[in-house]
């Protein structure tokens, strides 16, 4: 079996297109029959090394188990939360599904989470009807206090994030240590400094606009050295190294 590519290099692509054959490594908006592997979505293609994907242009949220996302509670029901999650159905979290104890006789629910308030969560399931449960059952997963929340497309997370999480750890250490990117398009930052905020607002804008193009992750360096020094403190840093300091 061999490998080729039947379709340039971010070159827009339609559901059902073929964009290559063989052995590659499947990423987001592909799938494969036999030897042949087509586009799942509206987008461009992207192909690196062995691997191949199609980077979606637009689209909603669709919910998906293993995501986390960033949400907030619209409603205390009996013995859970509705929350909003930026999809076409809220996420239902049951209080079992929290890391506290709670007192089914005397406890009041909002003790715990009330309406408005933010958290960041895990997709458990999706049903066939489209009904999400969510859970916090784990270390990572929790209410967040203060910051600012930020939207931007689904479709464009992934550009957010960068390969191997490449742009989303530039962005930690030069604007704001604490980001959390919600697969549902809702990023959560909490920063020192509002000014950092600001910059973020526009860095996020600047990606989600220009996630389509090339050279992406050279212009959002060069906008953070121009607005923070970031590469220059580190090439500082690494001289200091060199010389033992």
């Not at 290559?20 to 036999?34: D, I």
């Not at 980077?55 to 907030?72: A, Q």
């Amino acid at each position: 079996m061999s490998d080729s590519v039947e379709t340039a290099n971010r070159a827009l692509v339609t559901p059902g297109a073929l964009v290559a054959r063989g052995r590659y490594k499947l990423e987001e908006g592909v799938f494969r029959e036999g030897d042949e592997i087509f586009s799942s979505v509206i987008g461009l293609v992207d192909l690196h090394g062995n691997s191949v994907r199609v980077i979606p242009l637009e689209g909603p949220y669709i919910p998906k188990p293993g995501d986390r996302i960033v949400g907030m509670v619209s409603e205390v029901q009996f013995l859970g939360w509705m929350v909003y999650i930026h999809s076409p159905t809220p996420g239902i979290l049951k209080v079992s599904e929290v890391p506290y104890n709670f007192d089914v006789v005397n406890g009041n629910l909002e003790d715990i989470l009330k309406t408005w308030d933010l958290i960041y969560a895990e997709i458990l399931s999706v049903n066939e009807l489209m009904q999400v449960k969510l859970t916090m059952q784990d270390p990572e997963l929790r209410k967040l206090v203060g910051g600012r929340v930020f939207t931007i497309s689904p479709a464009k997370v992934p550009r957010v994030i960068g390969r191997k999480g490449s742009m989303i750890t530039m962005l930690k250490r030069s604007v704001c240590r604490e980001i959390l990117v919600g697969q549902n398009g809702i990023v959560w930052a909490r920063c020192s400094d509002p000014r950092k905020e600001d910059l973020l607002k526009r860095i996020l804008g600047k990606i989600e606009s220009e996630a389509h193009t090339s050279g992406l992750t050279n212009r959002i360096k060069s906008l953070l050295q121009e607005e923070t020094g970031f590469g220059e403190a580190q090439a500082t840093d690494s001289g200091r190294q060199e010389a033992g300091w």
